[in-house]
């Protein structure tokens, strides 16, 4: 017999099909929450302290104070990946506004913890994605709200174009993708990635680790001068790990993906992996 | 015995505490849905065709159907009256983006509809609130979108300067309060109010057809150098009606609600309420 899938809410092991929230949880009525998102590989946590410094931080910049410590928050992870035995899997930490009483105030906050097989999209990772600039810049930056209204307004707009995401831009500036970190490889082989109020994404900080052994890496304002200019462009996120761009708007970097994008996909493999995958095409 | 509270969601009765929606709802993991509300004065919905009007209007901007007709939205209000029956209160519809299959693309909408006791807060109607302006401009304007992360955080920064709340502002141009419209009194009694990408909201629009057989009316961009040279300053919302705004920033208008303010406040108390109600000091 399979188990049902079981998720923890406040401490407290539950069947994902019956783990409710009351509907005066603000994030329900005010969109109020945030939360973290990492992968396991072969049943281990991948980059696990990155992403709890992560959710402090979110949880701390939003006011919603969390009501274990992070080694109470790592048994009941692992107490959830032996229950449901998912070797490879997404693990989502979320943390609402919890109970409101006047539907605005934040309250004691409500802890999800879920987990659902994660399947690596490694059709995308070889062969590249689309992109179009939007104009949005992500409010409180570094936190990772649950807010992704424009996100998801988004993509419909870059779908009716035949791009796959969007690139948030505004004032000459880009940011980020709603649910990926950005980068661009100059055409003097330097590596760019925006520094001020975007998401610090995991998978992005062990990028420009490795790069920074074999490339010059800048983090610092990225124009949209930049991103014409550039020679290759790829995203990051813990999903994606480093996926090609092969375009920007009008900007097409090629028709397959960057030979340094493709270096640095193999330098990440066996950081995020544990083991070499074959990436090429 | 006292009734517990009931709520209606997707189209049945149940106790208010025990109404929930699953943890897979687009609201809880990203933020995503719209609502509306009204209220009840004496068991009579208020405005009630306007605040549907606006939230079929938000739903379809944001792609959320609804899986009711008007008639039969109507029918499960009256019905929620009847069981209840609260005669001055607050009805909140809500549409969520439903159990989303993969966390981020919009699923069959869940319809939560509920009403609370409401109280007016007769006292800052006749005392006046003070306002701080904040860098801001609510994105999808014209929608009662559930994205109040802005808004309860920069409440939290008005406070801690002494203010009520804030008047969103950005590049010169005053919008909107979280959770009221914004209006100004010149020097020459003309009345202004931003038209652009603002939230249409009810009270608003009566107020600007009593104040047009009275006073010139302005609905154009609304610039900071009007809110320093006004005379008068006031907010409106469903449970705020026209509340008198004292400062904004730095720029008093008066230790008192100002005279056109209380005219307009006397001529709105009819249209909402069907009675007289004695606002002065």
Redesign the interface.
């Known amino acids: 017999m399979i188990q049902p899938l079981q ?1 923890i ?1 406040n401490g407290q092991l539950i069947a ?2 019956e ?5 005066d ?1 603000l ?7 945030i ?1 973290d998102y990492f992968k396991t590989v072969e049943n281990r946590p991948v980059f696990l302290e990155d992403n709890l410094d992560r959710f402090f931080h979110s949880a701390e910049l ?2 919603l104070p969390i009501h274990y410590s992070r080694e109470e928050l790592k048994r009941q992870i692992q107490l959830l990946m032996e229950v449901n035995n998912i070797p490879e899997s997404g693990i989502k930490l ?1 943390l ?2 919890g109970y409101s009483v006047d539907s ?1 105030s ?1 309250a004691a906050p409500n802890l ?1 913890i ?1 987990q659902q097989p994660l399947q690596r999209n490694l059709g995308q990772e070889k062969q590249g994605m689309k992109l179009i600039t939007y104009n ?1 810049h992500r ?2 930056g570094t936190v990772k ?9 988004a ?2 707009k870059a779908r009716t174009v035949g791009a796959d995401d969007v690139l948030y831009a505004q004032e000459g500036l880009l940011s980020e993708c709603p649910r990926a970190n950005i980068f661009l490889i100059t055409k003097t082989g330097t590596l760019l990635t925006p520094g001020k109020d975007v998401l610090a994404g995991i998978t992005r900080k062990y990028i420009i680790e490795i790069a920074k052994t074999h490339l010059d890496v800048e983090i610092r304002d990225v124009t949209l001068e930049d991103m014409k200019n550039a020679a290759e462009a790829f995203i990051s996120s813990t999903t994606k790990n480093i996926t090609p761009i092969l375009s920007i708007d009008d900007t097409v970097y090629g028709a397959n993906p960057g030979p340094i994008t493709m270096r640095l996909q193999q330098m990440l493999e066996p950081i995020v992996f544990g083991r070499k995958v074959d990436l090429r095409c």
């Open positions: 998720v809410i994902e099909k783990a409710t929230l009351g509907i949880d994030s329900i009525v005010r969109g109020y929450g939360f939003m006011d979320l609402t506004g605005y934040i999800i879920t949005y409010p409180f709200s649950i807010d992704y209204v424009m996100g998801i307004q993509l419909k």
